[in-house]
Each structure stands twice: as structure tokens, then as C-alpha cells.
């Protein structure tokens, strides 16, 4: 089992939806987490961190489910803009070391 | 200005071959990484480098090597280019190890044929 999973999608939604995705983690030892967003042949840059009571900013929210281990992302109103392939990072606490997801790719219709 | 930059953009080269990518940060971070994303897309550490304690992936091959000449540059070295090496390699800084806020540089293309 991957350390963290994510639905590699792609995932067609049109302007204006509601979507959300999830990222699960295998390692109860995770510490914190996150989400990068990745536009095509760019390069990831840090979207939002996800709190123990979540995370709002804006249209996105982040949830984070420590029982079942996987946290969420939830983009309202999607925009054009928004297409994009979102990476969820965990960091596993002692070594501070990332372990990124393969990330879930959005596609924002028009 | 750009905050992490790499060079090149673009690296087509033959197997068996050395090359290098330089990578500089103009943050004032402390720790710097490389990052290998394959075709899959699956972004995968390499190195973490803070205040001259280097911290090394163990799947990475030893024909990588990292290089700082200062704080504000972590250069990778590869040698005797494989086939499997071809991928975008990303470099990154934070303020600190552990920060995760990393800034990433636009990344490298490298194709061996």
C-alpha cells in the first residue's frame, strides 16, 4: 500500500460545481498535512495546510479525518483557473520528511 | 526576480554521460531538496540539505551527487546517465528543515535517449 494515496483522476467537472477529492494516508504517525497545487509542466507550490479543525480560505476547504486517516479538499464555485492537479504532502513526524501523493488532476470546463 | 531557479530548463543527453543541474535560491532559506517526478507524477525526495547536514534518500543511486558551494546553492550532479534517470527534477528550499513550505524552482526536463 502507498504511503499516500489519492484518485489520479482526471476529474471533469464544469464551471461553477462543487468538487472534492481525498488523500489517504497509511502512516498514524503523520503528523501534518497538506495540500500543493500542481499547474501543467509547473512546478507544486503550497495551497493550503490542513488543521486538525480544518481549513478554510476562501472557496477551498480542508478536512482532515484522523480516525479514518485521509484528509479532503472542497473546491465551491470551481473556476477555469482551478485546473490543476492537487497533491497531497504528509509529513510524518521525527524526520520532518514529506511523502507526496501522485496527486489528483481537475479539469474546470467551461 | 525568481525566488528558486533552475538551469536548464531542458537537458537532452546521451546514456552514459555526466551532467549537472544548478539550482540557486535567493530567500535567504536554510535547507534546500531535490525532487525527482517521474512519469507517473509521483514527486519523490532525493536530498535535504540544511546548514551542511546532508540527508539522503537511500533508493537514491550513488551516481547522484549533490553539490552546495554556499547556502543559497544546491547543484546535482549525475553520472553515467541510465535510461530510468529520465524525468523532471525539481529543486526546492524552505526557511528550515521541516518547514513545509518549500518554493520550488521551475524544474528540469531531462531526457536520455
Known amino acids: 500500500r502507498k504511503e499516500v494515496e489519492q484518485d489520479p483522476g482526471p476529474f471533469n467537472v464544469p464551471e461553477g460545481a462543487t468538487v472534492a477529492f481525498n488523500c489517504t494516508y497509511s502512516?498514524?504517525?503523520?503528523?501534518?498535512f497538506f495540500w500543493y497545487r500542481q499547474d501543467c509542466r509547473k512546478e507544486p507550490k503550497l495551497l493550503m495546510s490542513?488543521?486538525?479543525?480544518?481549513n478554510e480560505d476562501g472557496r477551498f476547504t480542508a478536512q482532515l479525518n484522523r480516525a479514518s486517516q485521509y484528509i479532503s479538499l472542497l473546491i465551491r464555485d470551481s473556476k477555469l483557473s482551478d485546473s490543476a492537479t492537487y497533491l497531497c504532502?504528509?509529513?510524518?513526524?521525527?524526520?520532518?520528511?514529506?511523502?507526496w501523493g501522485a496527486g489528483t488532476k481537475l479539469i474546470i470546463k467551461p | 526576480d525568481t525566488a528558486v531557479s533552475q538551469t536548464p530548463k531542458y537537458l537532452v543527453t546521451q546514456m552514459g554521460n555526466d551532467k549537472s543541474i544548478k539550482c540557486e535560491q535567493n530567500?535567504?532559506?536554510?535547507?534546500m531538496y531535490w525532487y525527482k517526478q517521474d512519469s507517473k507524477k509521483f514527486l519523490k525526495i532525493m536530498f535535504s540539505?540544511?546548514?551542511?547536514?546532508?540527508?539522503i534518500n537511500e533508493t537514491v543511486p550513488n551516481r547522484f551527487s549533490p553539490k552546495s558551494p554556499d547556502k543559497a546553492h544546491l547543484n546535482l550532479h549525475i553520472n553515467s546517465l541510465e535510461l530510468g534517470d529520465s524525468a523532471v527534477y525539481f529543486c526546492?528550499?524552505?526557511?528550515?528543515?521541516?518547514?513545509?513550505?518549500?518554493?520550488f524552482g521551475p524544474g528540469t526536463r531531462l531526457l536520455v535517449l
Open positions: 526546492a528550499s524552505s526557511q528550515d528543515y521541516g518547514q513545509e513550505t518549500q518554493y
Open positions: 530567500l535567504g532559506h536554510d535547507t
Open positions: 540539505y540544511n546548514n551542511k547536514e546532508l540527508i
Open positions: 502512516n498514524s504517525a503523520s503528523q501534518s
Open positions: 490542513v488543521y486538525s479543525s480544518g
Open positions: 504532502v504528509v509529513r510524518v513526524g521525527g524526520n520532518y520528511q514529506l511523502i
